[in-house]
């Protein structure tokens, strides 16, 4: 299986890591989330142009919304090869809107417990394999140093 690469493993804060990851695994954009103390996903990095409408409904999410939500729901991976063609009722219309097409968002755990999510896309239809997947959810649980101390 491939390991991380040193940008993300070294790198100094949430964004910075986002990016990297988007670049490894040739994506366009992508979110960082962490569950709050209220049950909440809520942003901690994102990377790509999200438009203001769509930023006031990710800036924070409700466990079993939309593709995050979901899949911090299930705390398993969830994934589009097309979110336009989505007819489960999963992909909330404001991601659509965003032109992206295939996208996966895995959980972010401490052991087994579900603790954020961290969610990429294209803006072509693309399929992860498991390899990626695997790496992915790895990614994850690296950027856990980046998840904020509860007060």
């Known amino acids: 299986m491939a390991t991380i690469p040193a940008d993300i493993a070294m790198a100094t804060d949430a964004t910075v890591a986002l990016t990297a990851i988007i670049r490894a695994f040739a994506a366009h954009t992508g979110t960082l989330h962490f569950l709050g103390t209220d049950g909440m996903l809520h942003l901690a990095a994102i990377h790509g142009a999200i438009p203001a409408p769509v930023m006031e409904h990710i800036r924070t999410i409700e466990i079993g919304k939309g593709m995050a939500g979901v899949c911090a729901e299930l705390n398993e991976p969830v994934s589009w090869c097309n979110l336009n063609r989505d007819g489960s009722g999963v992909v909330q219309s404001g991601a659509r809107s965003l032109g992206l097409a295939g996208s996966i968002v895995v959980p972010v755990r401490s052991g087994a417990a579900m603790v954020g999510t961290l969610g990429i896309a ?30």
């Open 122 to 151: 294209n803006t072509g239809e693309r399929t992860f394999t498991d390899e990626e997947t695997a790496l992915l959810i790895e990614c994850g649980s690296s950027l856990l140093r980046f998840r904020p101390v509860p007060a």
